[in-house]
T-cell receptor, first 115, second 114 residues
Framework: AQSVAQPEDQVNVAEGNPLTVKCTYS??????LFWYVQYPNRGLQFLLK??????LVKGSYGFEAEFNKSQTSFHLKKPSALVSDSALYFC?????????????FGKGTSLLVTP | NAGVTQTPKFQVLKTGQSMTLQCAQD?????MYWYRQDPGMGLRLIYY???????DKGEVPNGYNVSRLNKREFSLRLESAAPSQTSVYFC?????????????FGPGTRLTVL
């Protein structure tokens, strides 16, 4: 089954420092991977995706993610964290063999950026 | 262009009551989805509709029914609400072309079942 795992419930970073939110995947075939962000009391917003091509994917708000096939990882990164980046982050993978391109989400990682 | 809209925003039900959560999108998207979000469990897919006229079960369909009323609207019905259905419900939609097209989410409905 297609699945993703987010091993950290919470990540704490000081403003200005680089941040990494981890995601590992388990899929058969080529993975289609996504990152979403959820701010308090809001719906999810798309950040970036990996379909094929370059392993480094750039997305919204200065975020990027590195696809690593050998480590089956798709970690979200940002060179310099902002307090406003504090939110809940979800990694997701497209379900194979399921019509409509439904996604399977990880449990989420809460990012707290302190001033 | 409102994107994905959901009504109501909040709802409190008693055990056994029924209700319908409404979702509409104005982006001419083919596919629509219903998720529930519970603390520590992320989002779980309840039902989805790959295209108008079709619906399929997701990971946690028990206790729910859906209707794809037309291309714009996808409703979720709880026939006999249970406390285990207390959750935040999100509707999402996805465009027609491209295998990697992302889903767009509504603001959510916070449901409490007493």
């Amino acid at each position: 089954a297609q699945s993703v795992a987010q091993p950290e419930d919470q990540v704490n970073v000081a403003e200005g420092n680089p941040l990494t939110v981890k995601c590992t995947y388990s899929v058969s075939g080529n993975p289609y991977l996504f990152w979403y962000v959820q701010y308090p009391n809001r719906g999810l917003q798309f950040l970036l995706k990996y379909i094929t091509g370059d392993n480094l994917v750039k997305g919204s708000y200065g975020f990027e993610a590195e696809f690593n096939k050998s480590q089956t990882s798709f970690h979200l990164k940002k060179p310099s964290a902002l307090v406003s980046d504090s939110a809940l982050y979800f990694c997701a993978v497209k379900l194979v063999g399921v019509s409509g391109y439904a996604l399977n989400f990880g449990k989420g990682t809460s990012l707290l950026v302190t001033p | 262009n409102a994107g994905v809209t959901q009504t109501p925003k909040f709802q409190v039900l008693k055990t056994g009551q029924s209700m319908t959560l409404q979702c509409a999108q104005d982006m001419n998207h083919n596919s629509m989805y219903w998720y529930r979000q519970d603390p520590g469990m992320g989002l779980r897919l309840i039902y989805y509709s790959a295209s108008e006229g079709t619906t399929d079960k997701g990971e946690v369909p028990n206790g729910y029914n859906v209707s794809r009323l037309n291309k714009r609207e996808f409703s979720l019905r709880l026939e006999s609400a249970a406390p285990s259905q207390t959750s935040v419900y999100f509707c999402a939609s996805r465009g027609v072309s491209g295998v990697g097209n992302e889903q767009f989410f509504g603001p959510g409905t916070r449901l409490t079942v007493l």
